[in-house]
């Protein structure tokens, strides 16, 4: 059974940076391309990114330039660096294989306010 642990979350004015980490159990990581997904108050999960296993990315429009993934396939890591937060990227952040087929993690808090 895959584990998803994300970290890194918290409260950041408008501007400022964070970086989430996501730690993926190691059998099945290397192979599968991730993704960063998240959820805000009220609203559906949505895709913010993907990232396959030689690390070629794809993000989404409303994060395109500020946002960026990477991974450690040594380390069964991913990392999402978000730029130049806004109040709308306020979510809960989660990892998961690109089809989120396996099972979540409680995710890492993102807020973003003045």
């Known amino acids: 059974q895959v584990q998803l642990v994300e970290s890194g979350g918290g409260l950041v004015q408008p501007g400022g940076s964070l970086r989430l980490s996501c730690l993926a159990s190691?059998?099945?990581?290397?192979?599968?391309?991730m993704a960063w997904y998240r959820q805000a108050p009220g609203k559906q999960r949505e895709l913010v990114g993907t990232i396959s296993p030689r690390s070629t990315t794809n993000s989404v429009d409303s994060v395109e330039g500020r946002f960026a993934i990477s991974r450690d396939n040594d380390k069964n890591m991913m990392y999402l660096q978000m730029n130049n937060l806004k109040p709308e990227d306020t979510a809960v952040y989660y990892c998961?294989?690109?089809?989120?087929?396996?099972?979540w993690g409680e995710g890492t808090q993102v807020t973003v306010s003045s």
């Open positions: 998961n294989k690109v089809d989120g087929n396996w099972r």
């Open positions: 190691p059998r099945f990581f290397v192979m599968a391309t």
